[in-house]
């Protein structure tokens, strides 16, 4: 009994909203990267507010919608969360050398454990990425 409540105690979850404007992408890493730092999960700062960046970033660029993040842990696993009004399914490119952008869902797939899409039943897209809680 005692190992359940131990494990409901590290689980946790934090959610904001954020306006379609450019300066909510820096709010919203600082917001992934301040809870990071609440639970102790420093070893996952550089990646996952790397993350957060890009797919806040593919929200206010593509999306043009407010976006919520949520971040939040449960077992073994921190799942960032960026979900949007948008209908239209991200798409992973493979860049040019010299291109200017189009890495975004690149550097997703490279640095998160998995990740994925998905639209609730409003319409609704979020764009998750998983990380393992604990280092490698």
Do not use: I, Y
Not at 84 to 100: C, H, K, Q
């Amino acid at each position: 009994m005692e190992d359940k409540k131990m494990v409901t105690a590290a689980n946790w979850s934090h959610e904001t909203v954020f306006p379609a404007e450019p300066t909510s992408v820096g709010l919203a890493r600082d917001f992934v990267c301040r809870h990071l730092a609440t639970h102790n999960l420093l070893h996952l700062m550089e990646d996952v507010c790397l993350v957060a960046s890009e797919l806040a970033t593919n929200a206010v660029t593509h999306a043009r919608t407010p976006f919520s993040v949520s971040l939040s842990r449960a077992n073994a696993s921190v799942l960032l969360v960026v979900r949007d009004e948008s209908r239209a399914a991200p798409v992973r490119t493979v860049p040019d050398v010299m291109d200017a952008s189009g890495r975004g869902l690149v550097l997703v797939e490279l640095l998160s454990q998995e990740w994925g899409t998905s639209t609730d039943r409003h319409g609704s897209k979020s764009v998750w990425a998983s990380f393992p809680s604990r280092p490698r």
